[in-house]
């Protein structure tokens, strides 16, 4: 039986009383009833994009990770298009209505935020995670309380029928979604007409086809680590809910002071490498909104989830140790994209003594997500120093989108 209570803890952010009394005890029962060992890795990702933006999407990725195009599967609403690096890491659904008037519960999530509202559509929607034993699992969460969309629900969603699909996180506003699966069994999305889209293959291709000649290919690992960004006051139980839907430990936090926040880390109980199941972060202000200008404290996060909604802020993907044309990888591989057009938030920061280097892409038009990349040392094994964090928390927190809304907010 797994112990997720026997890996070291990391950071010197304070919990509450609560958080670690509610930690042990989650925990040992998640354990005990063997869900721990039920639930295994992050099978996918599901993103979904504005109506017409996929194609480009598909393209913006498969230049800037190692992502390949498989087939898109159609359905009476969706387009949703199945991104894959390998069956040992977790692959990408990328989503898109095919009419703009379409509404559902996904894009409600967004319209009551001011940026979010701006488009709709453009969102992470959650992971799906292996099980051993789909209805077994469900029965045991359901005893714990946690809700599912019925079977019809995931029908007229268009979601794949062979997922057990939660109702959104009323802190992330994030589904955990479960798919029964062997480790020798190919994965298979229930939905739709399994096709290969034409426009989708030609911008992959011609995509993949720079990628190489950039010499990036080589260079890219999968994805690293994904990041959430809540309200100040739902840190913790963002972080124990998540603990409860999967088979997660709590690896730490660290308090981000000069920019009023915290970073908290999850990985997986089964598996050290984070190719195979990318850690989950959180980050979180400090203070609520409203005391900040009490004390004179920056709120970059804050601010976000005010004008975002809770959501998934970026998707880290690795980058190989070592050098290329006598630049570090990192370097190299943010030289060669920017210089294909995709900007960059600020410059690359971190040092090989701090032992890793990390930068943030701009959010993408399509998805709104930022990709990370995080170059590690030797054997360095953390998620940031502590004043990268702080650098590529007070950047995201002046991204081109904000720094508009500030200045409509204040005309």
């Known amino acids: 039986m797994a112990n997720s209570l026997e890996f070291a803890r990391h950071g010197d952010k304070r919990n509450s009383e609560f958080f670690e009394t509610y930690l042990n005890r989650l925990l040992e029962e998640r354990d005990r009833v063997g869900l721990t060992d039920m639930i295994h890795e992050i099978e996918a990702m599901m993103i979904t994009v504005e109506p017409g933006h ?45 009419d703009p008037a379409t509404r559902g519960i996904f ?107 950039l010499g990036v290919h080589t260079l890219l690992q999968p994805v690293d680590h994904l990041a959430t960004r809540v309200y100040s006051q739902n840190r913790e139980v963002a972080i124990l809910e998540y603990l409860s839907w999967s088979s997660y430990y709590y690896w730490g936090s660290y308090d981000i002071k000069d920019q009023n926040s915290s970073t908290n880390v999850t990985k997986s109980v089964h598996y050290t490498a984070e190719s195979k199941s990318p850690a989950k972060v959180f980050t979180a202000n400090n203070t609520p909104y409203f005391v900040n ?15 975002y909604g809770p959501r998934l802020h970026h998707i880290a993907v690795g980058v190989n140790d070592g050098d290329t044309d006598g630049m570090e990888n990192i370097e190299y591989v943010v030289k060669v994209i920017a210089e294909q057009g995709k900007d960059f938030l600020l410059d690359v920061i971190g040092s090989k003594e701090e032992g890793l280097k990390q930068i943030f892409s701009s959010a993408s038009e399509h998805s709104s997500l930022i990709i990370e990349y995080v170059q590690r040392f030797g054997q360095f094994e953390g998620f940031f120093a502590r004043d990268n964090v702080a650098e590529l928390t007070r950047a995201a927190g002046v991204e081109e989108s904000l720094k508009e809304l500030d200045a409509e907010a204040r005309s």
């Open 107 to 213: 894009r409600s999530l967004n319209e009551v935020y001011p940026v979010g509202n701006r488009k709709p559509y453009s969102r992470y929607i959650g992971e799906i995670l292996r099980v051993d034993n789909l209805h077994q699992v469900v029965e045991l969460q359901r005893a714990r309380e946690f809700r599912f969309f019925t079977p019809d629900d995931v029908r007229k969603l268009e979601l794949p029928g062979n997922l057990a699909v939660s109702k959104p996180s009323p802190y992330t506003h994030n589904i955990i979604a479960y798919m029964e699966r062997t480790p020798d069994e190919h994965r298979v999305y229930s939905l739709g007409v399994s096709r290969i889209d034409s426009a989708a293959q030609e911008a992959y291709e011609a995509a993949k086809e720079m990628q190489y000649q």
């Open 293 to 307: 200008h009490l004390d004179g404290l920056p709120s970059p996060t804050e601010t976000f989830v005010r004008n």
């Open 54 to 98: 996929s194609i480009a999407y598909i393209a913006e990725l498969a230049l800037m990770t190692p992502y390949h195009y498989m087939v898109t599967l159609e359905s009476e609403s969706h387009l949703t298009h199945i991104l894959r690096i390998d069956l040992d890491s977790p692959d990408l659904l990328i989503r898109e209505v095919k």
